[in-house]
């Protein structure tokens, strides 16, 4: 809940920055980020996510993206992540997910304030298995993190509700290029804030 509460006060900033932001002339760049809950092969868990890219042309876009799935659960989420060996038995086992990639966005003409895509990208996604426990009245947080390169497909569609905010849905196909290759379904709503949006005014 801390995490949430961090996201959206971020977010809540973003947005009052944005006007000043949006008075550039140079719409072909925008900056969008968004919070929400999250579903797939990690269970249910919130999600955050930063993009940064360019306008090519009224239909495609080219973006940076970085994003974050915090604590899922271990016996879910531990395909890519490694595991630890805690000294003692540990309270509570996670992991915490991130990806950043390059990605291409392909879109139609948008159907009002609808803005559906298509996206694929190439990257990196990053576990990082968290282990805590409590010992002789000390608390004990180890970690491990591995990172492998990972391709991305997907899908999505935002609704404007105004130039500056709007609620989305995204679903991506990850294929995680480990030791043994894992495929990662995620599926992400929530609301997003734009600074000048690829898509739309």
């Keep these: 809940?801390?995490?949430?509460?961090?996201?959206?006060a971020l977010l809540v900033a973003g947005a009052a920055a944005t006007p000043a932001?949006?008075?550039?002339?140079?719409?072909?760049?925008?900056?969008?980020?968004g919070v929400g809950p999250s579903f797939g092969t990690?269970?249910?868990?919130?999600?955050?996510?930063?993009?940064?890219?360019y306008k090519v042309s009224d239909h495609v876009a080219l973006a940076g993206e970085f994003g974050a799935?915090?604590?899922?659960?271990f016996d879910k989420a531990?395909?890519?992540a490694p595991s630890v060996s805690p000294f003692a038995p540990s309270s509570d086992v996670h992991v915490n997910a991130y990806h950043t990639n390059a990605n291409l966005f392909v879109r139609p003409s948008p159907w009002g304030?609808?803005?559906?895509?298509?996206?694929?990208?190439?990257?990196?996604?990053?576990?990082?298995?968290?282990?805590s426990t409590t010992m002789a009245g000390s608390h004990i947080v180890q970690y491990s993190r591995e990172t492998n390169p990972a391709t991305n497909l997907g899908a999505g569609a935002t609704?404007?509700?105004?130039?500056?905010?709007?609620?989305n849905a995204d679903y991506r196909h990850f294929i995680v290029n480990a030791a043994d290759t894992q495929h990662v379904n995620r599926f992400t709503t929530g609301i997003s804030l734009f600074v000048n949006?690829?898509?739309g005014k």
């Excluded at 990690?42 to 890219?53: E, N, R, Y």
């Excluded at 799935?69 to 659960?73: D, Q």
């Excluded at 304030?113 to 282990?131: D, E």
């Excluded at 609704?159 to 609620?167: D, I």
């Design 21 to 33: 932001a949006a008075q550039s002339d140079h719409h072909h760049w925008f900056v969008n980020a």
């Design 78 to 80: 531990g395909s890519v």
């Design 113 to 131: 304030r609808l803005v559906p895509y298509a996206t694929a990208g190439f990257g990196g996604f990053t576990g990082s298995t968290v282990a």
């Design 42 to 53: 990690f269970g249910p868990t919130a999600a955050a996510d930063l993009s940064g890219g």
């Design 69 to 73: 799935l915090p604590h899922a659960p």
């Design 159 to 167: 609704y404007r509700l105004t130039n500056w905010l709007g609620v």
């Design 197 to 199: 949006s690829p898509f």
């Design 1 to 8: 809940m801390r995490r949430i509460t961090v996201i959206l």
